[in-house]
């Protein structure tokens, strides 16, 4: 079993930054990929960000590249999310995400990960 617990959600107005954090803990020996994803109320969650296991390849959804940035310590079984520039669109609850299987690359679909956090909430006034 692994445990994952963000914090570092808040309120930001448009144009600042935040930085989001991922604690795992339990089975942290057998995590793979990293990821974020988002969700607001009434859509799907999507994916912003992942990482792998050795934090040498990284992916961005389109809509936040060139703004946020993901990270990982794994001697401290922890993963970050440097969100700068930010957008009212940004708002959502953001999930930590967790693979404990494959290989060294990133996943950027739901359906890859195995464990998952219980969010925290960002939002972005205007």
């Known amino acids: 079993q692994v445990q994952l617990v963000e914090s570092g959600g808040g309120l930001v107005q448009a144009g600042g930054s935040l930085r989001l954090s991922c604690a795992a803990s339990?089975?942290?020996?057998?995590?793979?990929?990293m990821g974020w994803f988002r969700q607001v109320p009434g859509k799907e969650r999507e994916f912003v960000a992942a990482i792998s296991r050795s934090g040498g390849s990284t992916d961005y959804a389109d809509s936040v590249k060139g703004r946020f940035t993901i990270s990982r310590d794994n001697a401290k079984n922890t993963v970050a999310l440097q969100m700068n520039s930010l957008k009212p669109e940004d708002t959502a609850v953001y999930y930590c995400?967790?693979?404990?299987?494959?290989?060294?690359?990133?996943?950027?679909?739901?359906?890859?990960?195995?464990?998952w956090g219980q969010g925290t909430q960002v939002t972005v006034s205007s």
């Open positions: 339990g089975r942290t020996f057998s995590i793979y990929a």
């Open positions: 995400a967790a693979r404990i299987s494959g290989v060294n690359k990133v996943h950027v679909t739901l359906l890859e990960y195995h464990y």
